[in-house]
């Protein structure tokens, strides 16, 4: 039973392009998280999705940021116009379609973006 | 705004003693607390939960402990070993949301 499988691994990408990090979840999951962390910091979430659904973006910044979970195919979250301060590591994580306070998410490797 | 604070940034421990992480939370409507262990270049992995209506949850050489009152969470590993060296995050959900929320992390180290 595969994990949680996030590509790229690294990412670098130069100022103004456009940055995209794939997120596959574990085999009968259909919650997808994405939180970043920045060097010495802890892990912010960004943004829950189900299938074809945004449950909470709070943590999404207002611009330049968007995220999706289609039907078919991984989560994909997407950086227009990156600028130096995006990089950071990137982590997915998946939870099945339970409900109860068992919060338990399963996490991919993350992929490393830096922004020349 | 720091909700859930880990104010050791590291901890070293000798193999076979008992380790002890802590963390200190400020939201009283947090009702799950979960403990993460990352190594580097990998996401984190998960060790140990636990509900707001409980005060411990134990599994294998893994502890967690609730004080409640204190806002205060811990983690007691015992025996140490030097596989457990590693990042450790605590983390707490709030009520009717999945999203998670980390502190910053303790790194342990235990050494031989």
């Known amino acids: 039973n595969a994990g949680v499988m996030q590509n790229p691994r690294h990412l670098v990408r130069r100022r103004g392009q456009e940055a995209r990090l794939r997120c596959s979840p574990m085999k009968g999951h259909s919650h997808v998280y994405w939180y970043r962390q920045l060097p010495e910091e802890g892990l912010k979430f960004m943004v829950y999705l189900q299938k074809e659904n945004i449950i909470d973006e709070s943590g999404m910044p207002k611009e330049r940021f968007s995220a999706e979970f289609p039907k078919e195919g991984p989560s994909i979250l997407r950086i227009q116009q990156v600028v130096r301060g995006d990089s950071a590591a990137y982590f997915c994580a998946s939870s099945p379609a339970v409900g109860g306070g068992d919060n338990e998410q399963f996490f991919g490797p993350g992929t490393r973006l830096t922004v020349l | 705004d720091q909700q859930v604070k880990q104010n050791s940034p590291s901890l070293s421990v000798q193999e076979g003693r008992i380790s002890i992480l802590n963390c200190d939370y400020t939201?009283?409507?947090?009702?799950?607390f979960l403990w993460y262990k990352k190594y580097p270049a990998e996401g984190p992995t998960f060790l140990i939960s636990?509900?707001?209506?409980?005060d411990k949850n134990e599994d294998g050489r893994f502890t967690v402990f609730l004080n409640k009152s204190a806002k205060h969470l811990s983690l007691h590993i015992v025996p140490s070993q030097p596989g457990d060296s590693a990042v450790y995050f605590c983390?707490?959900?709030?009520?009717?949301?999945?999203?998670?929320?980390f502190g910053t992390g303790t790194r342990l180290q235990v050494f031989p």
């Open positions: 636990i509900s707001s209506i409980k």
């Open positions: 983390a707490a959900s709030l009520f009717g949301t999945d999203k998670l929320i």
């Open positions: 939201n009283s409507m947090f009702d799950y």
